[in-house]
Nanobody, 120 residues
Framework: QVQVVEAGGGLVQAGDSLSLTCTASGQSLGDYAVGWFRQAPGKEREKIASISGGGDDIDYTDSVKGRFTISLDKAKSMVFLQMNSLKPEDTAMYYC?????????????WGQGIQVTVSS
């Protein structure tokens, strides 16, 4: 069974940067599609970034374009979300999700989530 784990969240000030890391046991991250999602209190979960297996197809939601970067390290079986110029509205629980496909729009394996809080 694939278990996904996020790391790297925390409390930062507006304008700061954070890097989230996604690892998975039971699967080699980087071979399959991975997505980063977030859910703020009272809001629906949204996909903010995704990367295909191998990294040739990357997508971002408009609100994070130019500020967030998703990347992968196949050798280390890790997927990263570099978040720069953070804003208070980026405050949310962030989730990493994976699947068994190189390209996908739905995800089967989910982490427990990690909190990111951006103070103004």
């Amino acid at each position: 069974q694939v278990q996904v784990v996020e790391a790297g969240g925390g409390l930062v000030q507006a304008g700061d940067s954070l890097s989230l890391t996604c690892t998975a046991s039971g699967q080699s991250l980087g071979d399959y599609a991975v997505g980063w999602f977030r859910q703020a209190p009272g809001k629906e979960r949204e996909k903010i970034a995704s990367i295909s297996g191998g990294g040739d197809d990357i997508d971002y939601t408009d609100s994070v374009k130019g500020r967030f970067t998703i990347s992968l390290d196949k050798a280390k079986s890790m997927v990263f979300l570099q978040m720069n110029s953070l804003k208070p509205e980026d405050t949310a629980m962030y989730y990493c999700a994976g699947n068994n496909y190189v390209y996908c729009t739905t995800y089967e394996y989910w982490g427990q989530g990690i909190q990111v809080t951006v103070s103004s």
